[in-house]
């Protein structure tokens, strides 16, 4: 069973009250890109966050592939951007898919803003 409203309580204060969907809706930040790609000794991390809509990249492997977790704007799909980088950087690409925003996204958003 899923909930029609959520209430997100921070401090003793009500922080918000409404549909998860419009919660979702709401945020800066919703969902991110997972990529996982073989990019060499490219400064592959850098590039991404070049990209616009991209607020965050955390580089994730220790052997020749590389796991890329991209924290975007809320409403942006950048995967298309991605992909062209890694066409344009010859990086072999073996994963490239969107994360949805979560009402944990909600509730960091809302009650921890410095770490957005």
């Known amino acids: 069973m899923t909930c029609s409203r959520v ?6 204060r009500i922080e918000a009250c409404d549909t998860p969907e ?3 809706g709401k945020i800066r930040q919703a969902g991110g890109v997972e990529l996982e790609a073989k990019v060499g000794n490219d400064n592959s ?10 607020r965050e990249v955390v580089t994730d492997g220790e052997d020749d592939w590389k796991k890329f977790s991209l924290r975007v704007e809320s409403g942006a799909d950048v995967r298309e951007e991605v992909f062209r980088l890694a066409v344009e950087r010859h990086w072999a690409v073996r994963e490239l898919t969107q994360r949805r925003g979560t009402l944990e996204d909600v509730f960091v958003e ?7």
Request: no cysteine.
């Open 7 to 12: 209430i997100i309580i921070h401090k003793g």
């Open 22 to 24: 419009n919660l979702l």
């Open 45 to 54: 991390e850098e590039q991404l966050k070049k990209i616009p809509g991209v």
């Open 110 to 116: 809302l009650t921890h803003p410095d770490q957005i």
